[in-house]
């Protein structure tokens, strides 16, 4: 990608604008909550140790998890030589200089003096340097992983874990961006960021949430952003978790004067997501200006500014009754910005509860089964709106299937664009954006809106478990409310849908049963007594009836174990195919292999910049998926090939190429020849098409010492890259 297109869009989402000195990312705000967990051992190195050579070599070492650390090394040394040490990730060098040391004789231990991120760290070794050991300190924000959730489908498990993940990896003296290129404290990023804590995370974390929400609001900073934060998302979501009221008196007084006379609608570069154009600002800043009123109406309610109201309650009119008349268009709303109708603008009516009932039907047909322009940051609130039409099916597919490079992915942290895709201003591969970007919603939308856990009073005095679970049979969610720790798990069957809650004293939960889940709902037992059978039949100690409506049945319940039972018919439909775990197989250790390829190792200059990025063949081999091999010399044609020696004749009967990094890069096609002398040739073994990001190789079973993949497509736009090759063993 063209240096001038990563400065545009540096310029477009704030990448070069100075940070507010509050938010600095060398600030100390955060100092004395940052927990070190002492040196780890890698899980992984490149090459057995101890080692010394006659020539220069990288070890690359590999942790579990994208983590904050400091690579750490043990060497026998001599005077003079220069060591190296950095994260694999190259954008990291965007903002940390390459450490590196110069040793003296004899036997020597150094750590890196600043924190970077990655999976993984690389050092470079100068020849006649003895390898002794090498470790790393890993360091993060002192908070717990204390909630969870799993189901029976494994892909939202993966997308849970590494949303946990990546919003732990933004967290600091503020919550970033991302950690690796800027450390920005975006609101927009901070606003799913905050909400994940209360999902994800002890609260510890809710010292950074707070700080948020007494940060000085600026108006020259992404204002939309700060729209997007300051009202049910993120002012009244950080007051429902908490019941911090004291927080919220002390915003007041500025949030209602940015809404009321510092916000400016229609200015360009408001800032309201990345995705794709065809952006409907006007619609989406509405939207948000009308969350934003009702939840500062609360606030005045509370904060002993109820003669605000008046002014509140005749803004908020004149949007609702304005609302249809200027963008509703017949099939969708739109304003004359775009040409298409936008899904993001869409679901935010629906959210803000703008959209009749009598349009959803309509706005979905059209619209939110239609386009997918949101951004993985914006598809929080489309998931939101699907949910809220009853469409949880739709909305869990929907990420299943927007996130599916994510979740095959090797990395365990979540991207900043889905597919790696540009999606602004060009549509193209952006190697510059993020594999850890905190605005990613998962945990918000699995734990809250399919699982259904939410607080309905401030402080979890009383709250909700309406499960929208849709086609999962299986679901468990532990939520750590300010009160304690929420235990919910359902299990459905064709006769029985079991739900059991076991909540924290001092709360009370409205537990509904989804009459959505049954063909046919008969009776309801609760501790196994017969409590409803088309009507009320019975109460016990500590249950009441609440009601029913469209969506469930209802009851309150105080605290302690529940066990719900609704009997009757249901159906258990399956729209997509759950992902069956991995069988058991060996993975041939690749330590002593070498790797060659059809054109000479070279490097690039990451996104344009002057940071030259090696891409040797041997980088395949090193079981980092950060560092690869690329084709530099052209496009993908026919006769590329790599080729990997094994040293011995081994069996094997699977191949998997991964280019997760580089995404788009796969073979548009291959071919696989083994050899046992590297003269003679048999094959091709296998053929087909590269599949994005990784491709997997199956084959009846070969005996060889040589692998020779051959592209065999065209494609006039991306190159060739292989950023790891594993082969497996035949049984």
């Known amino acids: 990608m063209k240096h001038t297109l990563v400065l545009l869009l540096l310029i477009s989402h704030g990448y070069v604008m100075a940070q507010p000195a509050a938010i600095s990312p060398t600030g100390d705000a955060g100092r004395n909550h940052i927990r070190d967990f002492g040196l780890k051992n890698y899980i992984h190195l490149s090459k057995e140790l101890p080692r010394k050579s006659t020539e220069s070599w990288d070890l690359v070492c590999e942790m579990p998890y994208n983590c904050q650390f400091q690579p750490w090394i043990e060497i026998r040394g001599k005077n003079g030589a220069v060591i190296s040490l950095n994260s694999t990730n190259p954008l990291v060098r965007y903002l940390t200089r390459t450490e590196s040391f110069v040793s003296g004789q ?110 000085k609001l600026d108006p020259e900073f992404y204002p939309g952003q700060q729209l997007e934060f300051l009202g049910e998302y993120g002012l009244w979501y950080y007051y429902m978790q908490t019941g911090d009221l004291a927080s919220l008196v002390t915003v007041y007084p500025s949030t209602r004067e940015f809404l009321f006379n510092v916000y400016k609608p229609g200015k360009k570069n408001q800032w309201f997501d990345w995705g794709k154009e065809n952006k409907d600002i006007a619609v989406i800043e509405t939207c948000f200006m009308y969350i934003d009123l009702g939840a500062l109406k609360k606030m005045a309610q509370l904060t002993g500014h109820q003669s605000d109201t008046v002014a509140i309650n005749q803004r908020m009119d004149s949007i609702r009754e304005s609302f249809d008349r200027r963008f509703w268009k017949g099939n969708a709303y739109r304003s004359d910005q775009v040409s298409q109708p936008d899904d993001r603008a869409n679901a935010m009516a629906i959210n803000a509860g703008l959209a009749g009932r009598a349009t959803w039907e309509t706005i979905y047909r059209t619209v939110l089964s239609q386009k997918t322009y949101a951004s993985c940051f914006f598809d929080r609130w489309v998931f939101e709106a699907l949910c809220k039409m009853g469409r949880q099916r739709e909305a ?239 496009t993908q044609h026919s006769g590329q090939f790599l080729m ?84 497996y063993q035949a049984p």
């Open 106 to 215: 004899g036997h020597q231990v150094y750590q890196a003096a600043n924190w970077i991120s990655g999976e993984g760290a690389i050092y470079s070794i100068p020849p006649g340097v003895e390898v002794l050991s090498v470790k790393y300190r890993e360091t993060g924000y002192d908070t717990k992983f204390t909630g969870s959730f799993s189901c029976n489908d494994q892909d939202y498990n993966i997308l849970w874990q590494k949303g946990a993940r990546t919003a732990y990896l933004c967290m600091r003296d503020h919550f970033y961006d991302c950690p690796d290129r800027e450390r920005v404290g975006f609101w927009g990023d901070g606003t799913p960021e905050l909400d994940q804590c209360f999902y994800a995370f002890d609260s510890s974390a809710h010292r950074l949430c707070r700080d948020l929400v007494l940060r």
């Open 396 to 634: 869990l597919l929907r990420m299943s299937d927007r996130y599916r490079s994510m979740i095959r992915a090797p990395f365990t942290t979540l991207w900043e664009h889905y597919d790696r895709w540009w999606a602004s201003v060009v549509d193209a591969f952006d190697e510059g954006s993020s594999l850890n970007h905190g605005w990613n919603p998962p945990v918000i939308n699995l734990s809250q809106d399919i699982a259904g856990i939410s607080p309905v009073k401030p402080g979890w005095e009383l709250f909700s478990v309406l499960p929208r679970e849709a086609f999962l049979r299986r679901v468990h969610v532990s939520v750590p409310s300010v009160k304690g720790a929420i235990d919910m798990s359902l299990h459905k069957t064709t006769t029985h849908y079991d739900l059991q809650l076991v909540s924290p004293a001092g709360t009370m939960a409205m537990v509904g049963i989804p009459k959505k889940s049954f063909k046919t709902l008969q009776e309801i037992k609760v501790n196994n007594r017969l409590v409803w059978k088309g009507a009320v039949l019975d109460t016990i100690p500590g249950l009441s009836h609440a009601g029913e409506n469209e969506e469930y049945i209802l009851f309150l319940v105080k605290a302690g174990r529940w066990h719900f039972q609704g009997l009757g018919t249901l159906g258990l439909e399956l729209p997509k195919k759950i992902p069956r775990p991995a069988k058991a197989e060996r993975k041939l250790d690749k330590r002593n292999w070498t790797a060659s390829a059809s054109v000479p190792d070279n490097t690039f200059l990451f996104s344009g910049d002057s940071i030259p990025i090696d891409v040797s063949a041997r980088n395949v081999l090193d079981g980092d998926h950060w560092t690869g091999w690329r084709d530099m010399g052209s």
């Open 644 to 727: 990997v020696d094994m040293k011995i004749p081994r069996r094997f009967d699977k191949i998997v190429l991964d280019n997760s990094w580089a995404l788009w890069d796969s073979p548009r096609g291959y071919s696989l020849s083994v050899s046992v002398d590297g003269k003679h040739w048999k094959g091709p073994v296998v053929r087909g098409e590269g599949q994005l990001g990784i491709t997997t190789l199956s084959f009846p079973a070969q005996t060889a010492r040589y692998i020779k993949i051959n592209q065999t497509g065209q494609d006039s736009s991306y190159h060739w890259s292989v950023y790891e090759l594993d082969v």
